[in-house]
Nanobody, 112 residues
Framework: QVQLVESGGGLVQPGGSLSLSCAASGFTFSRAPMRWFRQAPGKEREFVSFISTTGDSTVYADSVKGRFTVTRDNSKNTVSLHMNSLKVEDTAVYYC?????WGQGTQVTVSS
C-alpha cells in the first residue's frame, strides 16, 4: 500500500537548521509531484513547498522562500526539505504529500 514516512524533526534554536526527509513506497514515486505542508497548533494546515517529478521545478510559500530548499532523489524514493534560518513561527508538524496521500507528520519545534 502507499506509505509516506517523514523523519528528521526535532528541537532547534532560532537561526538553526534542520532537514526533513520523506520516504515513499507503494507507488511510482518518480511520476508523482511532491509537496510539503505544515500545521501549527490551533492553525490550519498550510502549503510549504512543491517539487516537480524531475526536481526541475520548485515552489515555496512566501514565508519560507529563501530559507527552505526542497529536493528529491528518485533513485531512493525520497523527498527532503532543508530548512535554514529557522524561526519560532516555523514550529509545526510537517507533512509530505504525494499521489493523494499524506504522511503521519514530523514535529519541528523552534525554541530557545
Amino acid at each position: 500500500q502507499v506509505q509516506l514516512v517523514e523523519s528528521g524533526g526535532g528541537l532547534v534554536q532560532p537561526g538553526g537548521s534542520l532537514s526533513l526527509s520523506c520516504a515513499a513506497s507503494g507507488f511510482t514515486f518518480s511520476r508523482a509531484p511532491m509537496r510539503w505542508f505544515r500545521q501549527a497548533p490551533g492553525k490550519e494546515r498550510e502549503f510549504v513547498s512543491f517539487i516537480s517529478t524531475t526536481g526541475d521545478s520548485t515552489v515555496y510559500a512566501d514565508s519560507v522562500k529563501g530559507r527552505f530548499t526542497v529536493t528529491r532523489d528518485n533513485s531512493k524514493n525520497t523527498v527532503s526539505l532543508h530548512m535554514n534560518s529557522l524561526k519560532v513561527e516555523d514550529t509545526a508538524v510537517y507533512y509530505c504529500n504525494g499521489f493523494g496521500y499524506w504522511g503521519q507528520g514530523t514535529q519541528v519545534t523552534v525554541s530557545s
